[in-house]
């Protein structure tokens, strides 16, 4: 009986054995099968074969390690992450192993677990080029990581941008360094580049909090205020403790909130409420550059309504030095400039404005200020008379009097020489004017801006002493003499 118990165990001890091999033997097949299709760049097809062979034999650590080679072709380095740990536990030995764990965690980005793995492949092969080189990588990560941590600080968001980028090219898969970049771009209003990086992580996560973050940080900063809240309410949801998420959210209500409340009292015509809030809004968040820019550009039209003209000069030039493509804040400015008979800086502003968009409405903007900037270089002769350019037939007359009689070299006579040639000249402006604004037809192609001399009306010639003759009646109609 002994004897027959321990034949059937020889033979399961047998069969075991032999169906062992067996499986080594298929294993080894498919593994070869793997490699033919890695050789050949098939990826995918040696993928599968390597998963038959942990499959037939789950033991093998370099069956493991194939896969993850395979994977990280395949651009797969969680996946590959895997594989290669897999691969070390089973043989602690195994340098390949090692050295795939250290490049799947260097491409995700962890700098320091790489650091571990190849110092341990150093560890079995002191001389291992592939670990001293990758080594040196992942202090490299480390260095630009460092960096950009110090000059996101100091807002130098140029310098991070340059810092993620050099770290990207040996961590390709880290979605925290493509983010950062993301974060940075739209910061420096780089709003395309920022949304395409974003955009990509989300076609492969669709869940990441700190991509939804800087789509939304895109949208905000580009006046989409309202989307922009639904992108971080979208990343609190998947990430209730997203600082940045909620600070943004926070942020962006309560802009929308104050320039909503603006614009209402601006059309109530409550403008000293408007600019308080205008105000208010733009203390919210400096970073916000296009918003900031139609706040200031709000403010600049309440001020404009307040007359305080040059406050709101100054408010739309800091529109324009926010976005300067805003052509709303240019025809605000140059519609100031006009009010303050500031031609020439209108005339610039309303060039800038139909280089831009040339439409009917900007042209005939620009044509007036260029005529009021040509009528602003001839002699102003209402201010010469002391009246406004709606001053009536009456008061222009009564003007000139006061205006002829103040000048006439007759009053001055024992002044001196330099006092007489001024008064002189005075007078005789005053005449020309008289000339002009009392005849209508004159009046209205001096208003226009058209050239008075090229009508033929050479005023070098005039003669102000026959205009005040005329006006007070002769030799003897006027004297100074006993005055």
């Known amino acids: 009986c002994w004897g027959w118990g321990q034949s059937v165990c020889l033979n399961t001890l047998f069969i075991s054995l032999w169906g062992i091999l067996l499986s080594f033997r298929e294993a080894e097949s498919f593994k070869e099968q793997g490699n033919a ?3 050949k760049k098939d990826y995918n097809e040696a993928y599968n074969y390597y998963t038959k062979a942990i499959d037939a034999c789950p033991n093998n650590a370099s069956y493991y390690g194939n896969r993850a080679a395979t994977l990280m072709m395949l651009g797969k380095f969680r996946e590959a992450l895997g594989d290669a740990q897999q691969s070390v536990r089973l043989d ?20 320091m677990a790489a650091s571990r793995c190849f110092q341990r492949v150093l ?6 080029p592939q670990a001293q080189q990758e080594l040196k990588n992942a202090s490299a990560v480390l260095e630009y990581e460092r960096i950009a941590e110090i000059d996101f600080e100091k807002r ?6 340059f810092c993620m980028d050099r770290a990207l090219e040996f961590a390709p898969a880290c979605h925290r360094f493509k983010i950062l970049k993301a974060e940075c771009l739209a910061l420096l209003g780089r709003y395309p580049e920022a949304q395409s990086v974003a955009s990509d992580i989300l076609r492969m996560d669709s869940t990441n909090a700190d991509a939804l973050y800087v789509r939304g940080l895109c949208l905000y900063y580009e006046d989409c205020i309202e989307k922009a809240v639904q992108f971080f309410i979208q990343a609190l949801r998947m990430a209730p403790d997203h600082e940045k998420a909620c600070l943004a959210c926070r942020n962006a209500k309560a802009l929308k909130a104050k320039k909503e409340d603006g614009n209402k009292a601006f059309k109530e015509g409550n403008y000293k409420l408007a600019y308080e809030l205008y105000t208010e809004a ?8 296009k918003t900031n820019a139609k706040l200031y550009c709000n403010r600049g039209t309440v001020n404009s309504k307040l007359r305080k003209l040059e406050d709101a000069i100054d408010d739309c030039t800091k529109a324009i030095k ?5 052509i709303k804040a240019y025809l605000r400015r140059a519609q100031c ?19 831009t968009e040339k439409t009917k409405e900007h042209k005939q903007f620009l044509k007036n200020a260029q005529v009021e900037l040509k ?13 406004n350019k709606n001053a009536s037939e009456d008061e222009i007359k009564k003007a000139y009097r006061k205006r002829a009689l103040m000048h006439h070299p007759d009053r001055h006579s024992g002044a001196s020489a330099e006092i007489q040639k001024e008064e002189e000249k005075k007078f005789k402006e005053v005449g020309e004017a008289f000339t002009i604004l009392s005849d209508p037809k004159k009046k209205a192609r001096y208003d226009s801006g058209q050239d008075l001399e090229e009508d033929g009306m050479n005023m070098a010639d005039f003669d102000a002493n026959n205009i005040f003759k005329a006006f007070f009646g002769g030799p003897g109609g006027f004297s100074f003499e006993g005055k």
Request: glycine fraction near 6%; aromatic fraction near 14%; charged fraction near 35%.
């Open 375 to 387: 009528k602003s270089k001839r002699k102003d002769y209402y201010k010469i008379l002391g009246v």
């Open 282 to 289: 733009l203390g919210i968040d400096p970073n916000n550059i």
């Open 92 to 111: 602690d030995t195994f340098v390949r192993g090692h050295v795939r764990e250290g490049k799947c965690h260097l491409s995700l980005g962890n700098a």
């Open 322 to 326: 926010l976005d300067d493509t805003y």
């Open 156 to 161: 130098d968001f140029r310098k991070v941008v």
């Open 37 to 39: 299709y890695y050789a």
């Open 123 to 128: 560890e079995l092969d002191r001389t291992n």
């Open 337 to 355: 400039y006009m009010d303050t008979e500031q031609y020439e800086d209108a005339v610039r502003d309303y060039e800038k404005v139909y280089q």
